[in-house]
């Protein structure tokens, strides 16, 4: 640690799984390694025992909050800040979406610097669930971050005040060994909710034109039962998966990834983590994500009112392109490396602190 400079980061939820949490564990992993002491505030936490662990190795002090009840995680939150606000913090880092983040900065009176992370799309349908609170903590704060252009863009608008664009932290995973096989393979990882675009992969599967391609998935949620799948053949869930170990195996394993959003995005972490490996995508145009489609022949993006004969015709294409080898996973790999690796972020997460360390 150097010259004893900390932050609080609070952050609204943290759930099993997800791409903002996989954020977060990063951004404390990689904040701490370059110097900063980090004390971790969640105010509706269900995350795993080993993600825990993770925390207790790269954080000072953690607070963690597991009541059901949004009086008492209410109350848990008015105590815990009250207790913390005589701490001198050098800034507060608050991440996620929701009127607790104005209220428990409210509280850290000794603590001048406020970095709020917007992790949300920023456009007029993200807009419309912003509390007053909430709204008023994206004008208070010294800076807002977004994850991408696209979505700064959108906030600026609606706030008429700058916000800064940093992409999300991801995770670098590891290039295993790629054993030959008769079909392409196409897929998904992540969180198993229809906003992913479930039943449209799971039409794929079905379509007699596609049947030169296998569809798979990984991941969990209450949506999606593994009966649901097992009554459709044509797709193979492999259920969920843990760490960067087995992650790498998943992204070595797909020759496409496949993310049909019909939600607003911020910036999906499973994106960045396919490029990393080189791992070509299609994805709906959603949030930031055209902001990190930098190669037009292995990061692809339609529109996100594309119907399904677009879709399969979208997907009919990559695949013909996987087959004749025109889509190069080398240059995708470069662009992470230039645009999106940890230690890049770090560098621009130091200047919005104001941290200059050596």
């Known amino acids: 640690m150097r010259d004893g400079t900390s932050i609080l980061v609070f952050a609204t939820q943290h759930m099993a799984t997800g791409g903002i949490e996989s954020h977060l564990q990063q951004f404390c992993y990689h904040i701490n390694k370059a110097g900063v002491g980090i004390d971790l505030v969640i105010l509706n936490s269900e995350m795993l025992p080993e993600t825990i662990d993770f925390f207790e190795k790269v954080c000072r002090k953690l607070y963690f909050c597991s009541y059901k009840s949004s009086y008492l995680r209410n109350f848990w939150l008015c105590l815990l800040g009250i207790k913390l606000s005589a701490a001198p913090y050098h800034a507060v880092y608050t991440n996620g979406q929701g009127e607790s983040v104005y209220f428990f900065r409210q509280l850290l009176l000794r603590t001048k610097k406020w970095i709020h992370h917007h992790h949300s799309s920023g456009d007029y349908y993200d807009q419309l669930t912003w509390g007053r609170a909430y709204r008023r903590a994206l004008l208070l704060a010294n800076s807002v971050i977004a994850c991408s252009k696209t979505n700064a863009r959108d906030i600026e608008i609606s706030l008429h005040r700058t916000i800064h664009s940093i992409p999300c932290f991801s995770r670098q995973l590891k290039v295993l060994k ?115 489609a930098l190669d037009p022949l292995s990061t692809r993006v339609i529109p996100s009112s594309s119907k399904y004969h677009e879709i399969k015709s979208a997907v009919l294409s990559f695949a013909s392109d996987l087959n004749s080898g025109n889509v190069s996973k080398k240059s995708q790999i470069s662009l992470y490396k230039n645009k999106f690796s940890s230690s890049l972020l770090v560098k621009q997460w130091l200047e919005i602190f104001e941290f200059k360390f050596d």
């Open 178 to 292: 790629k054993i030959n096989h008769e079909k392409l393979r196409f897929g998904y990882f992540g969180r198993l909710i229809p906003e992913k675009g479930i039943e449209t992969l799971c039409a794929l599967s079905k379509d007699p034109d596609l049947n030169k391609i296998e569809f798979h998935l990984w991941g969990e949620g209450a949506s999606y039962s593994k009966l649901y799948f097992e009554q459709s053949s044509n797709v193979k869930y492999h259920g969920s998966f843990r760490g960067d170990e087995e992650l790498s195996e998943v992204v070595s394993f797909l020759d496409c990834y496949l993310l049909f959003s019909t939600h607003s995005e911020g910036l999906p972490i499973a994106l960045l983590e396919a490029m990393s490996v080189g791992l070509p995508w299609l994805a709906t145009n959603r949030g930031g994500i055209s902001d990190i």
